[in-house]
C-alpha cells in the first residue's frame, strides 16, 4: 500500500495550488481519503477529507470555501485544489487513508496509511 503526495510549492498569497495523491495497493472502498498539515512546531491538524464510496467531503473551518478535495476513483487519485493561499496555509501536507468509523474523519489515528507530506509555502 503506498500514498504519494505532489505538488507542493511556493505560492504568494492569494495564489492557487493542486495537491495530487497516487493511492495504490488496496481497494480504498469505505475509506476516508483525507488530507492534514504540519507547520513546524505544531501538531498535524486536519484539512479534509473525501469518502471514497460516494465521495461526500468534510473540511475544516479554515479552509471551507477555500480548498477542494476530490477523488478519481479510475486513476486512485486524490486531489486538493487550493486558492486563496494564505501564509498561515504554510505547512507540510499530507495525504493519509482510512477507515470510514463513526464520522471520525478529523482524527489522526483514524488514517493508518499516510502518504510522505509535500511542502507548500505561502508568502506573504
Known amino acids: 500500500v503506498q500514498l504519494q503526495a505532489c505538488g507542493g510549492g511556493l505560492v504568494q498569497a492569494g495564489g492557487s495550488l493542486r495537491l495530487s495523491c497516487a493511492a495504490s495497493?488496496?481497494?480504498?472502498?469505505?475509506?476516508?481519503m483525507g488530507w492534514f498539515r504540519q507547520a513546524p512546531g505544531k501538531e498535524r491538524e486536519f484539512v479534509t477529507t473525501?469518502?471514497?464510496?460516494?465521495?461526500?467531503?468534510y473540511y475544516a473551518d479554515s479552509v471551507k470555501g477555500r480548498f477542494t478535495v476530490a477523488r478519481d476513483s479510475a486513476k486512485n487519485m486524490v486531489y486538493l485544489q487550493m486558492n486563496s493561499l494564505k501564509p498561515e496555509d504554510t505547512s507540510v501536507y499530507f495525504c493519509a487513508a482510512g477507515p470510514v468509523f463513526r464520522g471520525r474523519y478529523m482524527y489522526t489515528d483514524t488514517y493508518i496509511y499516510w502518504g510522505q507530506g509535500t511542502q507548500v509555502t505561502v508568502s506573504s
Open positions: 473525501v469518502m471514497w464510496t460516494g465521495g461526500t467531503t
Open positions: 495497493g488496496r481497494s480504498w472502498s469505505r475509506y476516508y
